[in-house]
């Protein structure tokens, strides 16, 4: 590559020559590792490009964490487990209602997007699940608090 940039510009210097070649050389990685501009980089982290390169199977799910400094812990690309409750009938008096159970909904799942506080008091994470997992957690909405907690990758 050096050889081809001394031999189509020579009559630049060896100093601009070497920064020149240097700008292709990160350019040339920029690109290889997902490099590009702002809206394609957001193209690909909106709509069907979250779900861009999933294994058959796989989607991308929209679970609701009720209280959004959960979603604070968590990044994008992060393994997180989702623990899931029964929520409780009586909000007003939280102190009153009974102790409930906690179970695991969903293990290690591949974060792809951490929507944080999107000012109704909750937050969301967008993750890699089976197409049954997503079903269970869309119905469960209403019925469960979900709860992230960030597992070791």
């Keep these: 590559m050096f050889a081809t940039l001394r ?6 210097g060896r100093g601009p020559r070497l920064l020149v070649a240097a700008t292709c050389v990160l ?3 920029s690109s290889a590792f997902g490099g590009g501009t702002g809206a394609t980089h957001d193209a690909r982290r909106k709509g069907t490009g979250l ?3 999933l294994p058959a199977g796989v989607v991308a799910a929209a679970v ?3 209280d959004p400094s959960g979603a604070e812990l968590v990044h ?5 487990d989702i623990l899931e409750s029964a929520r409780p009938a009586d909000l007003v008096e939280p102190d009153t209602a009974p ?3 906690v179970a695991t909904a969903v293990r290690h799942a591949l974060v792809l997007r951490v929507l944080a506080d999107r000012g109704d008091g ?3 994470l967008v993750l890699a699940v089976d197409r049954p997992t997503a079903v269970r957690l869309t119905r469960d909405r209403s019925t ?3 709860t992230a907690v960030v597992v070791p990758p």
């Design 122 to 124: 909750t937050a969301a």
């Design 51 to 53: 779900a861009a390169g």
């Design 64 to 66: 609701t964490l009720d």
């Design 76 to 80: 994008d690309g992060d393994r997180v």
């Design 7 to 12: 031999a189509r510009l020579p009559h630049i």
């Design 144 to 146: 469960q608090v979900f």
């Design 27 to 29: 350019l040339a990685l």
């Design 99 to 101: 102790v409930l159970g």
